[in-house]
T-cell receptor, first 112, second 110 residues
């Protein structure tokens, strides 16, 4: 059973470009979470989704950030018009039961 | 005040030592508690859930103290491979958001 798959592992963007981060949950998991982690800091919750629904996006900035988890395909975290402050590690986690979470290896976004 | 707080450490202990970490939470409505470990530049990995009655998994024991609003993790007979950052996580009743502490760093030395 493959784990949570995130791609790309590393993403470099120039200021003003768009970043798309993908997350395929573990088989049988219908709950997906996105987190951001800055160096030497803890994980910050961004958004929680179930298939085709955003359940809680209280941790996501109101502008430039969006997330989806379509019926078919991976969950996508999209950051428009990236700025240097968006540079971070973005982790996705999936869960079978909304509690225990299994993390992907993360996407490290660098904004030049 | 942060909703979930941990001593950042680092804790430097010799192999074979017993070490304990605490994690305090401020929301009395918190219902689910977990410990994760995170190695440098890697993803967090679920270590164990924390139940009201306490639970043990090999050398690791987790406890919950609702009255004082903290959870603890005890590691016995520390191994070099236990060196990592230990994150506690809390989910509030009726909520979906998981709140992580900033982590406690552990170094186990030979």
């Amino acid at each position: 059973n493959a784990g949570v798959m995130q791609n790309p592992r590393h993403l470099v963007r120039r200021r003003g470009q768009e970043a798309r981060l993908r997350c395929s949950p573990m088989k049988g998991h219908s709950h997906v979470y996105w987190y951001r982690q800055l160096p030497e800091e803890g994980l910050k919750f961004m958004v929680y989704l179930q298939k085709e629904n955003i359940i809680d996006e209280s941790g996501m900035p109101k502008e430039r950030f969006s997330a989806e988890f379509p019926k078919e395909g991976p969950s996508i975290l999209r950051i428009q018009q990236v700025v240097r402050g968006d540079s971070a590690a973005y982790f996705c986690a999936s869960s079978p039961d909304r509690d225990r979470q299994y993390f992907g290896a993360g996407t490290r976004l660098s904004v030049l | 005040r942060k909703e979930v707080e941990q001593d950042p450490g680092p804790f430097n202990v010799p192999e074979g030592a017993t070490v304990a970490f605490n994690c305090t939470y401020s929301n009395s409505a918190s219902q689910s508690f977990f410990w994760y470990r995170q190695d440098c530049r890697k993803e967090p990995k679920l270590l164990m859930s924390v139940y009201s009655s306490g639970n043990e998994d090999g050398r690791f024991t987790a406890q919950l103290n609702r009255a004082s609003q903290y959870i603890s993790l005890l590691i016995r007979d520390s191994k070099l491979s236990d060196s990592a950052t230990y994150l506690c996580a809390v989910i509030n009743t009726g909520g979906f958001k998981t709140i992580f502490g900033a982590g406690t760093r552990l170094f186990v030395k030979a």
